[in-house]
C-alpha cells in the first residue's frame, strides 16, 4: 500500500523545569516530512522510514489540535524500494538519480 508523503506543520507542547517566567515559554512551529499512515480526529501519523516489504517505522503520532497545516507533496509517491531486496547484490555503489532518491 502506498502513503501519500505530506508535510505537517505542528504547534509544539512545551515545558520548563525551572522558573523561566511564562512570557517567555512558546509554543513552536515544527514540520515533519514523511508517508501519511494514519489520519483521524484526534491523531495524525508520519512514518518517516519504510522497507522493502512496504512497512512502516519510526512514526511521529501528532495531536490534532496542535496541527496548523497540512501539505500532500507527493499524492502516490513510486516505489524506489522496488527490486530491492535485503541482501546486498549490487556493487555497493550508492548512485543519486535526479529526483533524490537512491538506487543501484
Same mark, same amino acid.
Given at each position: 500500500?502506498?502513503?501519500?508523503? $505530506?508535510? $505537517? $506543520? ?21 514540520? $515533519? ?8 480526529d484526534d ?5 518517516? %522510514? ?10 511521529? %503520532? ?14 502516490s509517491p513510486?516505489?524506489?524500494?522496488s527490486g530491492?531486496?535485503?541482501? %546486498? ?16
Open positions: 500500500m502506498g502513503y501519500s508523503i $505530506v508535510s $505537517v $506543520v505542528f504547534r509544539d507542547i512545551t515545558a520548563t523545569c525551572d522558573w523561566t517566567e511564562q512570557s517567555e515559554v512558546e509554543c513552536l512551529p515544527i514540520e $515533519v516530512i514523511g508517508f501519511l499512515v494514519h489520519q483521524d491523531t495524525v501519523k508520519l512514518a518517516t %522510514a519504510r522497507t522493502t516489504d512496504d512497512e512502516y517505522s519510526a512514526v511521529h %503520532a501528532i495531536p490534532t489540535g496542535c496541527i496548523v497545516k497540512i501539505t500532500t507533496l507527493v499524492q513510486p516505489a524506489p524500494l530491492l531486496s535485503d541482501s %546486498a547484490d549490487n556493487d555497493g555503489q550508492l548512485k543519486i538519480v535526479q529526483s533524490g532518491l537512491a538506487q543501484s
